[in-house]
Nanobody
Framework: QVQLVESGGGLVQPGGSLRLSCAAS????????MGWYRQAPGKQRELVGFVTSGGSTSYADYVEGRFTVSRDGAKNTVYLQMNSVRPEDTAVYYC???????????????WGAGTLVTVSA
């Protein structure tokens, strides 16, 4: 089983910054992509952004250049740098990895437990 552990969530004021971290562990053969999703109460989980093993990134339209996803392949860690946050960014943020564990015949999606980000004055 691939394990993902997020950290860095908390309370931040509008316009402020926050950095989330997610470390993957386990007997991982390969991680194809790592990224972040978020879910607000009463809403479906949605993509924030992700980075591929080749270093390509993709973001949701609402990010509007405010967030950056980066990856440290040697540490199997992905980061989400959040700048100029807004109240509507309030959500539980989940780490995701599309990865192959040693018992898997093909890559699968793995999820962290989530970390809460609250944007409020």
């Amino acid at each position: 089983q691939v394990q993902l552990v997020e950290s860095g969530g908390g309370l931040v004021q509008p316009g402020g910054s926050l950095r989330l971290s997610c470390a993957a562990s386990g007997s991982i053969i390969r991680i194809s992509t790592m990224g972040w999703y978020r879910q607000a109460p009463g809403k479906q989980r949605e993509l924030v952004g992700f980075v591929t093993s080749g270093g390509s990134t993709s973001y949701a339209d609402y990010v509007e250049g405010r967030f950056t996803v980066s990856r440290d392949g040697a540490k199997n860690t992905v980061y989400l740098q959040m700048n100029s946050v807004r109240p509507e960014d309030t959500a539980v943020y989940y780490c995701n990895a599309f990865a192959r564990y040693y018992t898997d015949s093909r890559p699968k999606d793995y999820w962290g437990a989530g970390t809460l980000v609250t944007v409020s004055a």
